[in-house]
């Protein structure tokens, strides 16, 4: 029983999405551990890197609860340079996101490969895939999806969103509603109805929801917000989406392959 319970927190099941419009970056991320009826566990997986003056930098992860940790505490305490006589490497130094990306990359590639050794033999992935944003200086918000081979894809205005974990339930409204010109504000709303579809469909995803939103002007005030169990706006929202969802069904005409009611 131990092993099994050791296996369920080793995957941590999740939902994180990143959206990068015209507007700014948003990213969202889930709290739960695991799905088990009577055995749920709360873990942040939305984790601000660097924050200082003029750069910003957040991370969120889907996968193992080990690689996760073992790859954040490399990157607090800097990967090691090839030339032994130089300081350790650290995102506080990198020059672009480009280069945040690949610091993280080989943070993560180096997390799971030591975790998944000491893991074999056993059925526990050691897998891991994170969502990299922000901004680095005077250069533009970028959004990256680091797989843990430690390769990675950028998100483009074509295609303004990247996702991880239990992606499926969510992405429809994503796909129908958020593109590059949606402001900042409407991203949260649509990443929050994202969340709500997948909410209603998978119980391994729960509240409290941990968001960030960063303008595309770095002049503006960058927000940090935790959307609890009781968070009237997110309960609002959930409510009036499922009766505008079925207002308009009621407005679409029915088949007319259908045998009409005669009553």
């Not at 009577?38 to 193992?64: E, R």
């Not at 390769?151 to 974990?165: A, K, V």
């Not at 402001?183 to 969340?195: Q, T």
Request: charged residues 20%; hydrophobic residues 40%.
């Amino acid at each position: 029983m131990a092993g099994r319970a050791e296996k369920i927190v080793e995957e941590l099941v999740t939902y994180c999405v990143g959206m990068l419009t015209n507007h700014g970056l948003v990213m969202i991320a889930d709290t739960r551990t695991n799905a088990g009826i009577d055995n749920i566990s709360i873990y942040k997986k939305l984790h601000v890197l660097l924050d200082t003056q003029d750069s910003f930098i957040v991370l969120a992860s889907a996968g193992s609860l080990s690689s996760t940790q073992s790859m954040l505490s490399m990157l607090e305490e800097g990967l090691p340079s090839a030339d032994p006589n130089m300081p350790a490497r650290m995102l506080a130094n990198v020059p672009t996101m480009f280069r945040a990306a690949q610091l993280v990359g080989e943070a993560v590639s180096i997390a799971r490969r030591s975790v998944g050794q000491t893991l074999a033999g056993t059925t526990i992935n050691a897998g891991v895939s994170l969502l990299l944003g922000g901004r680095i200086g005077n250069g533009p918000l970028k959004l990256y999806l680091i797989y843990d081979e430690g390769n990675f894809i950028e998100c483009n205005p074509d295609s303004p969103f990247l996702q991880i974990g239990e992606l499926k339930y969510g992405k429809p409204i994503l796909d129908r509603t958020l593109d590059w010109d949606t402001p900042l504000d409407e991203a949260v709303k649509v990443g929050l109805l994202s969340f709500d579809s997948t909410l209603r469909s998978n119980l391994s995803v729960g509240r409290p929801l941990d968001l960030v939103a960063v303008p595309s002007d770095p002049r503006q005030p960058i927000t940090h917000f935790r959307v609890k169990n009781d968070d009237a706006y997110f309960n609002m929202l959930s409510a009036q989406w499922g009766r505008l969802l079925t207002d308009a069904r009621n407005t679409i005409a029915v088949p007319p392959f259908m045998p009409q009611n005669s009553l």
